[in-house]
């Protein structure tokens, strides 16, 4: 299966750093013994661990899994501006997705027309 399915096979990414990888410690399909680890490949990824196997992290977790794609968009919306290009400063700020998709610096400083109210509805 590793020619189809090993990270090493495709272009590493521009920023590793906005992604965070879901794995599962007792994953049959996709082992971690023996194979070069995903932060080596990936350097600056943050990888988050389920203890399960490859199908019941699927089915059991997918909570996980939406918790770490909505703080990867939050990643990139914290480091990076609208328009693609790097924030001056990319120092860490507490950050919350309204419902319109605006991104609400609470710590540090606040985008012109945004306000500090933090947005409570439930993450999809």
């Known amino acids: 299966m590793d020619e189809f399915t090993h990270l090493n096979n495709y272009a590493k990414p521009i920023d ?14 996709v082992p971690r013994e023996g194979y070069t680890s995903l932060d080596s490949l990936w350097p600056g990824c943050e990888i988050r661990f389920l203890d399960s196997g490859h199908v019941t992290g699927y089915i059991l977790h997918q909570s996980m899994f939406r918790k770490s794609i909505a703080d990867a968009v939050d990643r990139y919306r914290l480091k990076y501006n609208q328009d693609g290009t790097l924030r001056a400063s990319t120092t860490p700020r507490v950050c919350t997705a309204t ?3 605006v991104a609400q610096e609470i710590l540090g400083y606040q985008s012109k027309g945004s306000t500090s109210s933090v947005d409570s ?4």
């Open 121 to 124: 509805s439930p993450r999809l």
């Open 99 to 101: 419902m319109d998709g």
């Open 16 to 29: 590793p750093e906005l992604f965070i990888i879901v794995a599962a410690i007792h994953d049959g399909y």
